[in-house]
């Protein structure tokens, strides 16, 4: 079994900065294209920033300049640095991962989402 767990979100003032984290962990044989997502009340998920294995990045325009994404391929663990925070980042953010399930051999390869972590930006 494969899990994705995030952390690191909570409460922060406008301009404020936040990490966040997220740990993969189970039966991984390697992971592909990292990316995290986020969700605000009444909108649909967005993507925020997409890391890939070799370390490309992409990001939203709203974002550009403010967050990094970035990853750690020994530890399965994918970041990222919100910096400037705005009240309009105030969102649940997910991190979302395609996996490789297996140990010696590669097995079963599919999409996996975090539970989320919610970011909330207010004075």
């Known amino acids: 079994q494969v899990q994705l767990v995030e952390s690191g979100g909570g409460l922060v003032q406008p301009g404020g900065s936040l990490r966040l984290s997220c740990a993969a962990s189970?039966?991984?044989?390697?992971?592909?294209?990292m990316g995290w997502y986020r969700q605000a009340p009444g909108k649909q998920r967005e993507l925020v920033a997409g890391?890939?294995?070799?370390?490309?990045?992409n990001y939203a325009d709203v974002v550009k300049g403010r967050f990094t994404i970035s990853r750690d391929n020994a530890k399965n663990t994918l970041y990222l640095q919100m910096n400037s925070l705005k009240p309009e980042d105030t969102a649940v953010y997910f991190c979302?991962?395609?996996?490789?399930?297996?140990?010696?051999?590669?097995?079963?390869?599919?999409?996996?989402w975090g539970q989320g972590t919610q970011v909330t930006v207010s004075s």
């Open positions: 979302n991962a395609e996996i490789t399930r297996g140990t010696v051999i590669p097995g079963p390869r599919a999409n996996y």
């Open positions: 189970g039966s991984i044989f390697s992971i592909g294209a």
């Open positions: 890391i890939t294995n070799n370390g490309s990045t």
